[in-house]
């Protein structure tokens, strides 16, 4: 169940990481509240149980790079 939600928390940060790649700025908005749900989803996470340090690195890998955008207005 642990792994489970680890994945589904990187799912969320890697298609957030896919959409700063679109020119549009829907897609900017849509991949800023895709890496707050899976932020909020880690602190869920972790207020339930403490993840093992692999799974915790991982996620800090996922979450640590900065978004990049190039929003061009149409």
Known sequence: MIA????SIQSQVKLARMLEQEPLYIEYLMAVS????AFY????VLNV???????L???QR???RP???DI???
């Open 67 to 69: 978004m990049e955008y």
């Open 62 to 64: 996922e979450f640590s």
């Open 72 to 74: 061009r207005v149409v």
């Open 4 to 7: 489970e939600a680890v994945r």
């Open 34 to 37: 895709l890496e707050g749900i």
């Open 41 to 44: 989803s880690l602190v869920r």
């Open 57 to 59: 690195i991982v996620l």
């Open 49 to 55: 149980t403490t993840l093992p340090n692999e799974d």
